[in-house]
């Protein structure tokens, strides 16, 4: 008896000690052309709200306008009893966002990308009567600008797959918003063309738990479009490599067999019950994700320590304490309370030819950085000593190491290691088959380069 209640006792401490794994299960709900597809999201919804599980519906403006002209109210209904989230106004609708984003800089795209998605975001309040949750881009389409745009629209939180930016395959803080993106092996996907492949996916999966399992808990990301689940080819396709056709000309998608749609039907089923046999996991939707991560400011705590990483190298500090953005390392350095910021709009330059400055102008170059972020809510590009200037890498690398008596203060030269979580392939980022060929988009990546300045790990609660 002692014996069977001390295993007892061990196993309950086993998993205690185990973090919990949160599956956060999307569906693209995009596709406006075929109607099939509005079946295939009231099927899905409905399976998952019978094995108990709550999904996040990312729904395209123009979906959202269809469905209510087609009298889905069934459909609206069903998604609405899950999260909803957005998904772009157009989706595929050329110029989709990092077309046009690309050749425009931080502020005036965010203004733009407002201009064009802020009628999608109101339909979906009117449509589903709730703000969306959180945005994913169409495709690759993706642009770091949205990230200002959509936090002045009231959208919190990032959720998609992509390789513009990721931090360790698990959810982080990047120009404001959490994000769950670029999540690695964290990126789980039953094949829906063949069922066969669902016991190496189900081991996909426990690794992946077991693994997060292990360091305290962490996010399991796992998407598909309702439209997959009933075509063999993306609705979409009519507006391939940039093309711009009439709605009178688009096609509808090529349709899967009622058989072959049962079998998608069945894997998405047999996948969830398979996740809900793991104690430690819990269905999660994207409104949830900004409760169970801790808030976006972090507590600065050791400043010496803070000091030497800016010295060193501009990137973010993650302790026991919390993590700490290179943005807010920085703010901490110039005596500021750290808030939400935004990084530079543009890449400064080190104009001063000294090797040191005197401890006065300095003094004041401080006072004149904290002076513009409390101001314009952002970081500077570079920093005023008189008429000259230092970039903000290289400033922030002199104030780290600096002793704060000295009569002179040594320039020191910026190491943003925090730029290496931004890709540098600025052509297979962005592929998609909707973009014009050839499509690249470098200032883009230049641009998340800067907001890097806000990247860090999100920790759970
Ligand atoms: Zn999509």
Redesign the pocket.
């Given at each position: 008896m002692t014996r069977l209640l001390l295993a007892l006792f061990l196993t309950a401490v086993a998993l205690a000690a185990k973090g919990p794994v949160y599956v956060v299960l999307w569906f693209?709900t995009?596709d406006y052309i075929e109607p099939a597809a509005d079946d295939a999201a009231l099927r899905i919804a409905t399976d998952l709200e019978k094995l108990g599980v709550r999904a996040t519906f990312k729904v395209v403006g123009e979906k959202a306008r269809v469905l209510e002209s087609r009298g889905r109210r069934d459909v609206i209904r069903a998604l609405a009893r899950h999260d909803i989230g957005y998904?772009s106004n157009y989706?595929s609708i050329q110029p989709t966002p990092a077309l046009y984003l690309r050749s425009m800089g931080w502020l005036d795209g965010a203004a733009e990308f407002e201009r064009r998605e802020r009628p999608g975001v109101d339909d979906i309040k009117r449509i589903f009567g709730v703000m969306p949750s959180c945005y994913g881009q169409?495709?690759s389409s993706w642009g770091p600008q949205s990230c200002r745009a959509l936090l002045r629209m009231g959208i919190p939180v990032y959720l998609d797959e992509g390789e513009q930016v990721g931090l360790n395959d698990q959810p982080f803080w990047f120009g404001g918003m959490l994000h769950v993106f670029g999540m690695g092996r964290y990126i789980v996907r039953p094949a829906l063309n063949d069922e066969s492949l669902l016991p190496h996916t189900f081991e996909k999966f426990d690794r992946a738990a077991e693994e997060l399992e292990a360091r305290g808990g962490g996010v399991i990301s796992t998407y598909f479009?309702p439209t997959e689940f009933v075509t063999t080819a993306f609705w979409d396709m009519n507006f391939a490599k940039g093309a711009n056709p009439e709605r009178s000309a688009w096609k509808n998608p090529p349709r899967r067999t009622a058989e072959d749609s049962e079998r998608c039907y069945r894997i998405l089923v047999r996948y969830v019950e398979h996740a809900k046999t793991r104690a430690s996991v819990r269905f999660v939707t994207a409104r949830d994700l900004p409760l169970l991560y801790q808030s976006a400011l972090g507590r600065v705590t050791d400043r010496a320590r803070i000091a030497r990483q800016l010295a060193e190298r501009q990137t973010f500090l993650d302790t026991d304490a919390g993590a700490l953005s290179a943005s807010e390392m920085l703010q901490a350095l110039l005596g500021m309370e750290p808030a939400a910021v935004e990084g530079p709009v543009a890449r400064g330059e080190t104009t001063y030819r000294g090797n040191e400055i005197p401890r006065a102008p300095f003094e004041r170059a401080k006072t004149e950085a904290a002076g513009f972020i409390r101001a314009s809510r952002r970081l500077p590009a570079d920093v005023w000593v008189g008429s000259e200037k230092l970039s903000l890498a290289d400033f922030a690398a002199t104030l780290g190491a600096d002793d704060g008596a000295s009569a002179t203060v040594a320039v020191r030269k910026g190491n943003p290691e925090m730029e290496k979580y931004i890709s540098t392939d600025a052509s297979g980022s962005f592929k998609w088959p909707i973009h014009p060929d050839g499509f690249a988009a470098p200032q883009l990546l230049d641009l998340a380069r800067l907001q890097a300045w806000t990247l860090k790990p999100a920790r759970l609660k």
């Open positions: 693209d995009e998904h989706h169409p495709g479009h």
